[in-house]
């Protein structure tokens, strides 16, 4: 009932196709599950029934956010919720044996970003009113998402940027605003070459580090024979090192400049794809 409630919070919309494979069970049964949230709504999504449809229209099967719609359930609504299965632990009143840190969290606002996640999922265009870091006023930019990414403790949407013509990220936290343009041509996501291209990154344990160290380090982070590979995207790669604080010493290609227990072996390759990437966005 949460997920439900959330993706009609900030996409506007659910498909039951979508609903019964996000939780691996028959569309019979996810139709069920809905006509429960229906029942239980004041304000129930109405469904696309078959028959001709208006241009533009959405397909059978998805239910629509009704414009005076009221969310089932209560509280701050966080992007996580459409991502992970959450349930409230069953013995409140007991001590857990686990403990979680609470990092301060970027504030997304579902009315700002509505548009531009229902034009992630169905491939349109929407325009966007972006307050960007590097400029003092905010901005219009009309896009082309194609992707939604959560990487170093933030949302963004790859997108085209028409006044750019190029593919870059927006972070949720800054789009103030979002409306669809659906008459608007989608950009191919096959065109965002960053996005396909895939970069093998070889972690090793740190030079510095003593042969006793370095085993441990190995063991820690699942290394065979003395190694991790990741394989990213290109478009990620600057999340990648940023996660593993070794962004800035990779960039310098100095490994003295990283405060961790790793390193990179070909940290001249990865800082020139890292480099070729930056340059196009």
């Given at each position: 009932m949460?997920y439900?409630?959330?993706r009609?919070?900030?996409?506007?919309?659910?498909?039951?196709?979508?609903?019964a494979?996000?939780?691996?069970?028959?569309?019979?049964?996810?139709?069920?599950?809905?006509?429960?949230?229906?029942?239980?709504?004041?304000?129930?999504p109405?469904?696309?029934?078959?028959?001709?449809?208006?241009?533009?229209?959405?397909?059978?099967?998805?239910y629509?956010r009704?414009?005076?719609?009221?969310?089932?359930?209560?509280?701050?609504?966080?992007?996580?919720?459409?991502?992970?299965?959450?349930?409230?632990?069953?013995?409140?009143?007991?001590?857990?044996?686990?403990?979680?840190?609470?990092?301060?969290?970027?504030?997304?606002?579902?009315?700002?970003?509505?548009?531009?996640?229902?034009?992630?999922?169905?491939?349109?265009?929407?325009?966007?009113?972006?307050?960007?870091?590097?400029?003092?006023?905010?901005?219009?930019?009309?896009?082309?998402?194609?992707?939604?990414?959560?990487?170093?403790?933030?949302?963004?949407?790859?997108?085209?940027?028409?006044?750019?013509?190029?593919?870059?990220?927006?972070?949720?936290s800054?789009?103030?605003?979002?409306?669809?343009?659906?008459?608007?041509?989608?950009?191919?996501?096959?065109?965002?070459?960053?996005?396909?291209?895939?970069?093998?990154?070889?972690?090793?344990?740190?030079?510095?580090?003593?042969?006793?160290?370095?085993?441990?380090?190995?063991?820690?982070?699942?290394?065979?024979?003395?190694?991790?590979i990741?394989?990213?995207?290109?478009?990620?790669?600057?999340?990648?090192?940023?996660?593993?604080?070794?962004?800035?010493?990779?960039?310098?290609?100095?490994?003295?400049?990283a405060?961790?227990?790793?390193?990179i072996?070909?940290?001249?390759?990865?800082?020139?794809?890292?480099?070729?990437?930056?340059?196009?966005?």
């Amino acid at each position: 009932m949460k997920y439900i409630d959330d993706r009609l919070v900030w996409f506007g919309f659910l498909r039951l196709v979508d609903y019964a494979a996000k939780f691996g069970i028959s569309d019979v049964q996810g139709k069920i599950d809905i006509k429960t949230y229906r029942n239980l709504s004041s304000t129930p999504p109405p469904e696309r029934k078959p028959g001709p449809a208006a241009a533009g229209a959405s397909p059978v099967g998805t239910y629509g956010r009704p414009d005076d719609f009221v969310p089932l359930f209560e509280g701050v609504r966080s992007l996580d919720d459409l991502w992970l299965t959450r349930l409230e632990d069953a013995r409140p009143d007991e001590s857990l044996t686990v403990e979680r840190l609470v990092m301060p969290a970027r504030s997304i606002h579902p009315d700002g970003v509505r548009s531009l996640l229902a034009a992630t999922e169905l491939r349109e265009s929407c325009q966007l009113g972006y307050q960007s870091m590097t400029s003092a006023e905010t901005s219009d930019r009309t896009v082309c998402p194609h992707v939604l990414v959560k990487a170093s403790g933030r949302y963004h949407v790859r997108a085209f940027d028409f006044s750019r013509k190029r593919f870059i990220d927006f972070s949720l936290s800054r789009v103030l605003t979002s409306v669809p343009l659906v008459g608007d041509a989608p950009v191919p996501s096959t065109l965002d070459d960053d996005w396909h291209a895939m970069i093998d990154v070889e972690f090793v344990p740190h030079p510095r580090l003593s042969p006793a160290q370095r085993h441990t380090i190995a063991r820690e982070f699942s290394m065979v024979g003395g190694a991790k590979i990741v394989r990213v995207r290109r478009a990620l790669l600057f999340y990648l090192l940023d996660e593993m604080r070794l962004l800035a010493a990779v960039r310098l290609l100095d490994a003295e400049l990283a405060d961790v227990a790793v390193w990179i072996k070909d940290p001249r390759r990865v800082a020139s794809e890292l480099t070729s990437m930056e340059s196009g966005s």
